[in-house]
């Protein structure tokens, strides 16, 4: 039964990344719907998802009954569960209203049909915001009356800060002379069991951080009793060079700073101000290798790959680019800054690789295994996270956590990718040092195409960063 469970639940988890790989590019070719209604939303690909569900918890129930791991598990399945029901059982559509027109109260379904809502919707007043000194919307300001012909109530709607009346959420989608364009979405179970499961995997990951039997935790005692490999003269021309260009830190720094200033928003809009971000915080990251030996090795090439990143963005950097007003939110920049900080500990964790893969030193390639693992845990973690709170903003701002995007579906992707690392005792290929670098390899190939391939391949709502 175990080894059953065991070989349905990698079998069904490498079918699904197979399978979100080509669906993103049938996506491409053919457009999003395609994909959506014959991929996405098809019977037998919930019933791959089911299958993984089904058989991981059987499997880890088999093997360890740790908390930490059982409730990893568990907030996945939740996840994955909340994700059928709002499949299920939730609705969306589409509905206009004109400020001089009549009260409306019929809106357009997802799938073409036209339904009445159980109260008339009518638009009083639309106000454009601005700010200080500045030509370009930054919000849109709506004032509504809901009326259900027991009661009329009074509400407003700006761009993410949606609007809720007996069970429905209503979010601005475009703003045209008077006339408000509203998305609508009732979800009452779905969503609550959705964001249940985010909290349960976070507080998973947390427990997994602190339990010295887990995959971070061995890693880390096996870490303390190694010694760095390189002498004592490596290690400090390492650090020789990382204090001279620890002043590059000042380019990207200076720039994010400048941009947040005018903008008044932190800048993470485009893919030259994610990659700004990117190199600072993998210039953070050789700045923090530097202190500690066993990470000197990683400070040069660090600093190099950031070199890289910010002479790429500065190619492409438009200073005078202005903002969309929906991009005006903190989550967005909360969302775009934590899963930078898990792109840069993935390819911090390929740049260690790499440098193992050179050497010919087994004792030192196992070491850079175990940093490479130890790297690898909060990675993982901040993408997730990062994915997490990218649901809630686009719930918040479009009615729908999850809308099957390439780069959503590619961020899923890296996830599922990075998550093999952990799953040493079942999969022992991964446990050795050679085969974990070259998989490291792999999952930055996954980032890179998260990143670059989405935005100028694949497209979509996210191209922008």
């Not at 360890?64 to 569960?81: K, Q, T």
């Not at 947040?260 to 700004?276: D, I």
């Not at 990143?451 to 191209?463: A, I, M, P, R, W």
Request: hydrophobic share 50%; aromatic share 12%; glycine share 6%.
């Amino acid at each position: 039964m175990k080894q059953l469970c065991r070989l349905l639940s990698f079998g069904s988890a490498a079918a699904l990344v197979a399978v979100l790989i080509a669906s993103s590019l049938i996506g491409s070719l053919c457009g999003s719907s395609f994909a959506i209604d014959n991929i996405y939303h098809s019977v037998w690909f919930i019933a791959l998802w089911a299958l993984l569900a089904v058989t991981a918890m059987i499997y880890i129930l088999c093997t360890s009954r740790r908390a930490s791991l059982v409730i990893l598990h568990s907030s996945l399945c939740l996840v994955l569960l909340g994700a059928a029901v709002s499949f299920f059982t939730s609705q969306h559509g589409e509905i206009a209203i004109a400020q001089e027109g009549a009260p409306a109260s019929m809106f357009t379904t997802s799938d073409g049909r036209l339904e009445k809502l159980p109260f008339r919707l009518q638009l009083t007043r639309i106000d454009t915001l601005f700010s200080k000194g500045g030509k370009q919307p930054n919000d849109y300001k709506a004032h509504i009356i809901a009326d259900d012909k027991k009661e009329q109530t009074v509400h407003a709607i700006s761009l993410n800060s949606p609007m809720r009346i007996k069970g429905y959420q209503f979010c601005i989608k475009g703003v045209s002379e008077g006339n408000l364009s509203l998305l609508l979405s009732k979800d009452p179970y779905g969503r609550r069991i959705s964001y249940a499961g985010y909290f349960m995997v976070f507080l998973a990951f947390i427990m997994l951080f602190f339990d010295r039997q887990s995959y971070f935790g061995t890693t880390l005692q096996q870490l303390k009793g190694k010694d760095g490999s390189k002498t004592e003269r490596e290690n400090e021309r390492g650090r020789t060079f990382t204090d001279k260009a620890i002043y590059t830190l000042f380019i990207p720094v200076t720039l994010l700073a400048l941009l947040w200033y005018k903008r008044g928003v932190f800048p993470a809009t485009s893919g030259a101000e994610a990659l700004l971000l990117l190199a600072f915080v993998i210039t953070v990251l050789a700045v923090l290798a530097r202190s500690r030996k066993e990470f000197t090795h990683l400070s040069v090439p660090l600093f190099i790959t950031a070199t890289v990143a910010t002479v790429t963005a500065l190619c492409s950097f438009e200073w005078n680019s202005g903002v969309q007003p929906i991009l005006r939110t903190p989550l967005l920049s909360l969302h775009v800054t934590v899963i930078i900080i898990a792109y840069a500990l993935i390819a911090s964790t390929a740049v260690n690789a790499v440098i193992a893969l050179c050497s010919k030193n087994k004792k030192r390639m196992a070491t850079q295994a175990l940093l490479g693992r130890l790297m690898l845990y909060p990675a993982t973690m901040l993408l997730a996270t990062g994915i997490f709170i990218g649901a809630v903003w686009a719930n918040i701002s479009w009615g729908r956590y999850w809308g099957w995007d390439p780069k959503e579906v590619w961020a899923l992707i890296t996830l599922l990718v990075c998550s093999v690392a952990f799953h040493t005792r079942s999969l022992r290929l991964i446990a050795k040092p050679k085969a974990f670098h070259l998989f490291s390899i792999l999952a930055f190939l996954a980032v890179l195409f998260t990143y670059f391939g989405v935005n100028y391949l694949l497209g979509g709502l996210h191209s922008y960063a």
